[in-house]
């Protein structure tokens, strides 16, 4: 799946669903803070897409994408314990990208396949809003988190690192 077509998904599932949210144009960008100060929003309100790749036993090996404040980092032994895994690290960006559909830097919040879960840090549920790359660096997607948590369903846990 191309990033434009993941683009393309995420619209139009927000609009099958009649989300509450808006597209913001900007310079191409995929860091975090950077990224949030185009958009102008508190970093905290990115809804940053990492994928990790958990080994459970010696040869299977399980995927999530951890989505989290923009400011804070995943706790990978947490993600390790949530997965009932004995490792946890990043999967690598052939993997990610494959997974997500799209380049590392514009993952979106979203779980496309049904080989990565789907976590979400508790901190984010403190926004009305939320605010991510979607398969893009110049578009942002400001989303109504009550709608995301509708839609995509992630699983909410403490997934950041202390």
Same mark, same amino acid.
């Given at each position: 799946? &191309? ?10 599932? +927000?609009?099958?669903?009649? &989300?509450?949210?808006?597209? *913001? ?14 958009? /102008?929003?508190?970093p ?5 897409? *990492?994928?990790? =790749? ?16 923009? !400011?804070?980092?995943? !706790?990978? /032994?947490?993600?390790?314990?949530l997965?009932?895994? @004995?490792?946890? @690290? ?8 494959? +997974? ?10 979203? @779980?496309?396949?049904?080989? =990565? /879960?789907?976590? =979400? #840090? ?11 790359n979607? /398969?893009?660096? #110049?578009?942002?997607?400001?989303? @109504?988190?009550? #709608?995301? +948590?509708? *839609? ?11």
């Open positions: 799946m &191309a990033s434009e077509d993941v683009y393309g998904k995420l619209i139009t599932l +927000l609009d099958e669903r009649g &989300a509450s949210y808006r597209v *913001i144009e900007h310079e191409p960008e995929g860091v975090t803070e950077a990224v949030s100060r185009l958009r /102008g929003h508190d905290r309100q990115a809804a940053k897409c *990492i994928v990790i =790749m958990v080994k459970v036993g010696k040869k299977e090996k399980r995927y999530a994408a951890a989505v989290l404040p923009g !400011d804070r980092r995943v !706790d990978f /032994g947490r993600m390790k314990a997965c009932n895994g @004995s490792y946890a @690290s990043f999967a690598t960006p052939e993997v990610a990208e494959e +997974l997500a559909g799209t380049p590392v830097g514009t993952i979106p919040p979203f @779980s496309f396949d049904e080989r =990565m /879960g789907l976590f =979400m #840090d508790p901190e984010l549920l403190e926004f009305d809003e939320v605010f991510f979607a /398969g893009r660096l #110049d578009r942002t997607i400001a989303l @109504s988190t009550k #709608d995301y +948590l509708a *839609i995509a369903n992630p699983r909410i846990e403490p997934i950041t690192q202390v």
